[in-house]
């Protein structure tokens, strides 16, 4: 166990709906970045929250949100979802806001069916 | 655009056998390069990272190599065991940046 948790595990939906993702970062983590892989882009990056606050964004798609809660766990949310959205998303978190020493969750496997 | 190319996509060796992966990159502004390795089901772990400044780091059998002239960076994994089958990805990020570019990965398969 990483210290990540991600949840769901699995997520099949319908296209055009929208889904939310959750992550709790390890304990003491302010950190969290969200990445999406799929089979032939690898891991892109989506975007970091450093304590509550936006701090990087990468290739996210504008029909993708996310924000970091007090508590410090973060949501992703996916809308008017496509088929093309269907990917492995997973969270990593870190204590600063370099990206040295990542711990990344198990994921969340998204269908869009 | 892919800042950081791998190669192979998939690499089977025998027990004992020394699997090589490659990554190359463009920008010159990289200065910090880790291997995650990432089983079926799990997230990506990290498992050995170098900076430009040393051409090689080996912890236990895994092994970088790095060429900085070349823009390129390899994992070496001595006495291969079964038990390294997974993926390998390579990275690669800038000082004071917030993201890691990865490579493609290598599915690396061990075979007894």
């Known amino acids: 166990d990483s210290g990540v948790t991600q949840t769901p595990k699995h997520l099949i939906t319908a296209t055009g709906q929208r889904v939310t993702l959750r992550c709790s970062p390890r304990s003491g983590d302010l950190s969290v970045y969200w990445y999406q892989q799929s089979l032939d882009q690898g891991l892109q990056f989506l975007i970091q929250?450093?304590?509550?606050?936006?701090?990087a964004k990468g290739n996210i798609l504008e029909r993708f949100s996310a924000q970091q809660f007090p508590d410090l766990h973060s949501e992703l949310n996916l809308s008017s979802l496509e088929l093309g959205d269907s990917a492995l998303y997973f969270c990593?978190?870190?204590?600063?806001?370099?990206?040295?020493?990542?711990?990344f969750g198990s994921g969340t496997r998204l269908t869009v069916v | 655009q892919q800042q950081v190319k791998q190669s192979p996509q998939s690499l089977i060796v025998q027990k004992g056998g020394i699997p090589i992966i490659n990554c190359a990159y463009e920008n010159t502004a990289f200065d910090y390069f880790p291997w995650y390795q990432q089983f079926p089901g799990k997230g990506p772990a990290l498992l050995i990272a170098i900076r430009p400044d040393v051409s090689e780091k080996k912890e236990g059998r895994f092994t970088i190599s790095f060429n900085k002239s070349a823009k390129q960076f390899s994992l070496h994994i001595m006495d291969s065991q079964p038990g390294d089958s997974a993926t390998y990805f390579c990275a690669a990020s800038r000082n004071g940046a917030n993201n890691l570019f990865f490579g493609t990965g290598t599915r690396l398969t061990v075979i007894p």
């Open positions: 929250y450093y304590n509550g606050e936006e701090r």
């Open positions: 990593a978190s870190s204590v600063g806001t370099g990206n040295y020493g990542y711990t």
